[in-house]
């Protein structure tokens, strides 16, 4: 078999033995900043309006939904299970669909849909970028095939950077099948070096932080 | 000296094509700023120490890989996924013909895959009669117009927005289209439904990340995301190299990949996969495969030092900041891999002796090995392996000519007055050769091989009437003070004898 | 601390250019040093390094430590023979442990000219004079080997009436690379023309390096290109202007 081939194959190029110890590897590098929770969120509002998207901090959950509502306004849009889009009231939005749990429908709608609406598990302040698990609450095509993507994040859940994310979250396979970290709107700059956003996923991104 | 003809036609295409030159310089250009921007003191102040974890972490589980490989198959089954082992390409295009049997598909969408380029994957499985299709842009224009990556990270980063127009008026059979906005929008349109209707999905793979059995890709477009999302089976085809320790290495390469490659913080998706769909989980795929590829690794992996070419994450800094690169371009090189990275693997996979020049058409400035962020030596391993390559001519008595030139040289140069009598020799036949000591040509019967060359492009300094050692003595011979040491009048350049 | 300094002029300076080894030991003169030539002293081996020829490049450089065994200081006018003393003789000689323990020995006394100035003489300010605008071309080796980069910069911003222009590719290969040039002719000559250009866009009036390889490729490709700038060693520029 190919596997007993190639592993005898590692095994003499390295010299090394089967079943032979390693030595330890370099200790995990996990520096974690000191930043308040204010400058996390200007940090956070600062780098996604870098990254061409659209950000709004809501005061209150009223506020909250009142931005989703003009977002949504004559749209058809498709929202994730997070109970926090219930709690908001987001889910009960004219034109918002929620509570699919079935592949072939969430397929359908998100693929026609105007618009996706999700929370995130974390999001990272230095870089602009949502974490999101997939769960039964968070499925992964409504924040990739809808046009425009809306995200709720309470702020809360807004972490430093990478490290704090890998610190809390050492391995995020346990969580789910599926973390993706989204950074700003999806782009190309693959003609001519031109940046066009909206290739494959949403070309426009809100982040209402909570 | 045969080599010099042998290279130079390989190389004439994009030397001889100023307008691609400048295109291909200044696009470079923009990334070569765009990446210094990103890990500027201001913006990353620990960029050196990542650098050092990062060559660090991959030396460790390169020296380690058995044991690493053999961690991530058992966290790749926990999570209910499967790990295929190939050899070589064709042991990946048959374990992908039985899937697409078993699953009576015809489909494939593709996200971009430096991998299964090194196998010709498409043109393989087009052979038996399926239909893989590129979905990353860039791959995608490529795929249209039968071409190979001009660059790791940017395939076609040789192309206009008119070329492209071409490619889509021909293949597509649409009207034409001359803005790369609405171009794009084109692509999507089409890849949408490819996306929907594909059952496998192919991708590569950034990382491996042995302890948690995951597959993590990192792309602008959403095209990765899509194809390992929408369809029912999602295949990692990735070389054994890949793998690295733990996720929360994760926070050191993340860092360093994104600004050495586009210059960006993070790219705006980065996908940590896995296994498949889980109990509870909405979507995402029934099956998961993890392809790992040796295709000559193996064999890399036998010399302790050169195998840190394998740590190279595709990041194509080094090509970006190459001066060779940026003046031959992509399609010169003749293997995927391109620029300096791409000098170093090649020998190493394809054997010293299929493109024994390679190594050599570098003026070994090091700007490659300043910008690796996993400090791959790749300026010390081009000297290795033109040593390499050196030893085995002379073993099997090729190439003669220069091995003899370096021999007489070595005897000269490591004799006193053998060397001073050359010396003199050669002032005395060449000193009225030019104007000012320097020749913009000289008589035939000097005018070749290496002298050739120079003269080919620019002048040639002649031997100072009087050598330094020359000068010295007559110095010592009187008093320092009245010896002028620099006449700028005597010439209108300066730097002259 | 000894004052005696041994100049290794190198074999491009002491054949095409003998007047920077001249200008290189009359500045070290100025500061009180005593420099001794040595006759037997011919090349540093790097050519045949370069080109993949590590026996021959063994035989030369075994020369070369021979030359320079007791020497206080070597000091040379060039960065990149100095990265391959400094760097490479330690590769080259890695499964020789009797030569290796020569080249360490050697290693820690051997200097290019100006960092010895910076750090041994400890002077940024010769007392020179260069009248006009000049840019400074780094020489890769001296850069990325040896981490020279504002050194030489420091050096020239006290020379009288000189003013230092940065072009915006001095970091840029000029294309030389040894044999690489005649080897890799066309693609050695595009590399040249670029810095060419970027020199004319400074309307500097000499160009100054501390490697007379680069600047036998930038003037070879000058003259070729009709661009009259003057292309100089630094230590041609320190010993300009008497004291």
Redesign the interface.
């Known amino acids: ?3 007993e ?3 005898a ?6 010299g ?1 033995t ?1 079943g ?1 110890a ?2 330890a ?2 200790e ?4 974690i900043p000191d930043v308040d929770e204010e400058s996390r969120v200007g940090q956070f509002l600062a780098a996604l309006e870098a990254l061409n998207a659209r950000t709004f901090v809501a005061p209150d959950a009223a506020s909250a939904r009142q931005y989703v509502a003009s977002l949504t306004l004559g749209k058809d849009a498709l929202a994730s299970n997070a109970p926090l889009l219930r709690e908001l009231g987001i889910a009960d939005l004219d034109g918002v669909r929620c509570g ?4 072939d429908a ?2 359908e709608h998100a ?1 026609r849909c105007d618009l996706g609406i999700t929370s995130a598990d974390f999001a ?1 302040a ?2 602009g ?1 949502l974490v999101m698990f ?3 609450e968070e ?3 409504i924040s ?2 809808p046009p425009v993507h809306v995200a709720v994040v309470p702020r809360q859940k807004l972490l430093s950077g ?2 704090e ?3 809390l ?5 346990r969580r ?19 940046l ?1 956003r ?5 070309g426009e991104i809100h982040v209402v932080l909570l | 000296m045969k080599e010099i003809t042998a290279i130079q036609p390989q190389l004439h295409p994009a030397l001889d094509n100023p307008k691609l030159q400048l295109a291909i310089y200044t696009a470079t250009g923009r990334l070569v700023d765009k990446r210094k921007g990103t890990v500027a003191e201001e913006s990353l102040p620990d960029y050196q120490e990542l650098r050092s974890q990062a060559n660090a972490l991959k030396r460790h589980a390169i020296d380690h890989l058995d044991y690493y490989l053999e961690l991530f198959q058992r966290n790749v089954e926990a999570n209910g996924g499967k790990v295929i082992w190939c050899r070589d390409g064709k042991e990946v295009v048959d374990f992908l013909l039985g899937l697409a049997k078993q699953r009576k598909s015809k489909v494939l969408v593709k996200s971009k895959s430096m991998t299964t380029e090194e196998i010709h994957l498409n043109e393989h499985l087009e052979e038996h009669g399926l239909e893989p299709v590129e979905t990353d842009l860039g791959e995608y224009i490529l795929q249209l117009a039968h071409e190979k990556p001009y660059h790791i990270v940017a395939p076609a980063l040789h192309m206009t927005r008119y070329e492209v127009a071409d490619i889509f008026e021909e293949k597509l059979k649409i009207e034409r289209e001359e803005v790369p906005e609405k171009q794009t929008q084109i692509a999507r349109g089409i890849l949408r439904e490819k996306f929907l209707e594909a059952d496998i999905g192919v991708s590569g793979a950034n990382f491996l990340v042995a302890d948690s059995g995951a597959v993590v890709l990192v792309e602008n477009e959403g095209n990765a995301r899509l194809s390992t999302t929408a369809p029912k089976v999602h295949v990692a085809v990735a070389g054994i190299e890949k793998v690295i320790p733990r996720a929360q290495d994760l926070a050191t390469f993340l860092k360093l990949l994104g600004r050495s490659g586009t210059g960006q913080p993070l790219t705006v998706y980065t996908s940590f996969l896995a296994g498949p769909r889980r109990e509870g989980e909405i979507d995402g795929p029934e099956e998961f495969y993890v392809v790992l590829l040796d295709n000559g690794r193996t064999k890399v992996l036998r010399d302790a030092d050169k195998r840190q070419a394998l740590f190279c994450i595709r990041c194509g800094a080094c090509l970006n900041i190459c001066p060779v690169y940026r003046r031959i371009g992509g399609h010169n090189y003749p293997w995927v891999y391109s620029g300096p990275i791409g000098a170093i693997l090649t020998p190493q996979f394809e054997g010293l002796d299929k493109n024994p020049w390679l190594p050599h058409a570098s003026s070994l400035c090091g700007a490659c090995g300043e910008v690796c962020p996993v400090k791959i030596e790749i300026p010390r391993m081009l000297l290795e392996l033109r040593a390499d390559i050196e030893a085995e001519k002379a073993a099997k008595g090729e190439d003669k000519l220069e091995k003899l030139g370096f021999q007489a040289w070595a005897r000269l140069m490591s004799n006193p007055m053998l060397y001073r009598a050359a010396s003199a020799a050669g002032s005395w036949v060449l000193q009225d050769a030019g104007d000012g000591g320097w020749a913009s040509q000289l008589p035939f019967f000097l005018n070749a091989g290496p002298t050739k060359g120079w003269l080919s492009q620019r002048d040639l300094p002649l031997p100072a009437p009087k050598s330094f050692r020359q000068l010295w003595k007559d110095r010592l011979r009187q008093p320092p003070s009245s010896v002028p040491v620099r006449q700028q009048d005597a010439t209108d350049e300066g730097h002259s004898a | 601390m000894s004052t005696r300094v041994s100049i290794f002029v190198t074999c491009l300076v002491d054949q095409l250019f003998p007047k920077t080894g001249l200008a290189m030991a009359t500045v070290l003169e100025r500061l009180g040093y005593s420099i001794e030539f040595r006759e037997d002293q011919t090349c540093c081996g790097q050519p045949a390094f370069n080109s993949g020829f590590r026996d021959e490049a063994r035989t030369v450089a075994r020369h070369f430590l021979k030359v320079f065994a007791d020497a206080d200081y070597v000091v040379l006018p060039s960065g990149s023979c100095t990265a391959m003393c400094s760097h490479h003789f330690s590769e080259l000689f890695r499964d020789d442990p009797a030569a290796l323990y020569q080249v360490h020995a050697l290693e820690p006394r051997i200097w290019e000219f100006s960092r010895f100035l910076l750090e041994v003489a400890k002077v940024d300010d010769v007392g020179a004079s260069f009248p006009g605008r000049v840019t400074y071309h780094d020489s890769c080796h001296a850069l990325r080997e040896l981490s020279i980069k504002q050194g030489p910069r420091t050096l020239l911003r006290k020379v009288r009436g000189l003013e230092l222009v940065e072009m915006d590719t001095a970091e840029e290969c000029c294309g030389f690379g040894g044999t690489f040039s005649a080897k890799f002719a066309e693609l050695s000559g595009a590399m040249a023309r670029t810095k060419v250009e970027s020199i004319r866009r400074t309307g500097a009036s000499a160009v100054v390096s501390i490697d007379s390889s680069c600047l036998m490729q930038i003037q070879g490709a000058m003259r070729r290109e009709g661009l009259k700038v003057q292309a100089l060693h630094l230590a041609e520029v320190l010993a300009g202007g008497a004291q």
């Open positions: 078999m190919s596997r081939a190639m592993m194959s590692i095994r003499e190029s390295l090394r089967p032979q390693i030595s590897p370099p995990a590098r996990i520096r699919i749990t079935q592949l969430l397929r693929a990272l230095d870089t970028t997939s769960s039964v499925a992964r095509l990739l095939l990478l490290d994310l890998f610190a979250n050492p391995e995020p396979a789910s099948s599926s973390m993706v970290l989204i950074t700003g709107p999806s782009r190309t700059a693959d003609i001519e070096q031109i066009v909206g290739v494959h996923g949403p």
